[in-house]
């Protein structure tokens, strides 16, 4: 969970330092893979979507960039990846939601985001066949969305 405080403080390093826990031991990595949802909190009374808020988009263009195990540790089935991408991604940004994709953008974070989960993969030794499962659901996670 982020707060509304450290996306308006743009506090990166209090996220980042809750994340480590995550892939401390190899059980970690293994037991929390695919369970992490992101929350932003503090926005509820706000009407706009979460990426129509410039300084969510800011701290979460940050985040993707300072952490490439988000495609490891989101989970595929809510919007987390989604708004991730979206944030990290986007070029224009119309209201309620709707958002430009930049191709470009799209290929670099996903490559990061598919190099963390490699990474933790082979620094583990997890099984081959679980990192293909793990990356075909993502594909279809960004299919779905309509963003692959």
């Known amino acids: 969970m982020i707060s509304r405080r450290e996306v308006e403080a743009g506090d990166l390093d209090s996220v980042l330092?809750?994340?480590?826990v995550f892939r401390a031991t190899r059980e970690d990595a293994w037991r929390?893979?695919?369970q992490m949802t992101l929350v932003v909190d503090g926005y509820n009374n706000?009407?706009?979507?979460?990426?129509d808020i410039p300084v969510v988009r800011t701290l979460l263009r940050r985040l993707e960039a300072a952490w490439p195990f988000w495609a490891y540790f989101f989970n595929q089935v809510d919007d987390s990846i989604k708004l991730l991408l979206s944030c990290a991604a986007g070029h224009r940004f119309l209201g309620r939601g709707a958002v430009e994709m930049d191709a470009g953008l799209v290929a670099k974070v996903l490559s990061h985001g598919f190099g963390g989960m490699n990474l933790i993969f082979e620094e583990h030794g997890f099984p081959e066949s679980e990192l293909e499962a793990q990356s075909l659901g993502l594909v279809e996670v960004l299919e779905q969305a309509g963003m692959a």
């Open 17 to 20: 330092s809750r994340l480590k």
């Open 32 to 34: 929390y893979r695919g």
């Open 46 to 51: 706000d009407p706009r979507e979460l990426v």
